[in-house]
Structures are given as structure tokens and as C-alpha cells.
């Protein structure tokens, strides 16, 4: 049965961070499949699990990421999911079952639109 856990804190430096990360490679590494859906406009669980490197590229391009969701017609969220995120440095995958939808910078821009701040150009 499909479970779903949600962290939620507005107070900064409290840990959400590395709770979520430790707590989906922990579920992934007892053989749970685990779907992190990064949420964070400072994407440092993105970051975490995917390397800069490769996270870059997606940040870079502006897609592929949850800010896509709210896209109409961008992306669907199948399209997303990055697979076994966590990679060794020759490409191995060192946490089956854990995957992620990503989020990048621009993620700001849509928290900016929806809280309809003025200095964001339409």
C-alpha cells in the first residue's frame, strides 16, 4: 500500500533537509520504492541527490523539474521523475527505489506569481 509522508516547516535551519533526504534513503536502502518530491525553492535536496553537476544541467534548462507542474502543457509529471537518483561516480546506482522530482531556482518565480508580487515581470 502506497504511504505518503509530507515534512512541513517554515522555520529555517530546523533540518527538514536532512531529515527528508536520510529519511527516503533509509526507506529506499529496506527495499521501499520512494518518490522525494523536492518542494524547496533553495534545492538543496535536489542538490544533495543528484550532484551539482547534474543538477546544473536541469536548472540550467529550465525544465524537468516541479516548477513544470505548474506549467500547463510543459510537462507531465511522469516525465519528471529522475530514476534511482543516487549515482556513484561510475554511474552505479547506489539506492535503487529512491527517486526524485527535482526543483530548481525558478521556483521562486512561481511563489513570487502566486503571492502576485509586483517586481515580477508578466
Known amino acids: 500500500m502506497a ?18 533526504v536520510n529519511t527516503a534513503a533509509a526507506l529506499a536502502k529496506m527495499g521501499q520504492r520512494v518518490l522525494l518530491c523536492d518542494f524547496d525553492t533553495q534545492s538543496n535536496a535536489s542538490i544533495w541527490l543528484m550532484k551539482l553537476e547534474r543538477w546544473n544541467k536541469v ?12 506549467d500547463p502543457g510543459r510537462a507531465r509529471v511522469r516525465e519528471l521523475v529522475v ?40
Do not use: M, Q
Open 83 to 122: 530514476k534511482d537518483v543516487v549515482e556513484g561516480k561510475a554511474g552505479e546506482k547506489l539506492l535503487p527505489g529512491l527517486d526524485l522530482i527535482p526543483t530548481t531556482f525558478n521556483l521562486v518565480d512561481l511563489e513570487n506569481e502566486y503571492n502576485g508580487d509586483p517586481k515580477r515581470p508578466h
Open 59 to 70: 536548472n540550467a534548462e529550465g525544465v524537468g523539474s516541479v516548477y513544470s507542474i505548474f
Open 3 to 20: 504511504r505518503k509522508i509530507c515534512f512541513i516547516n517554515y522555520k529555517g535551519g530546523v533540518g527538514k533537509t536532512s531529515l527528508i
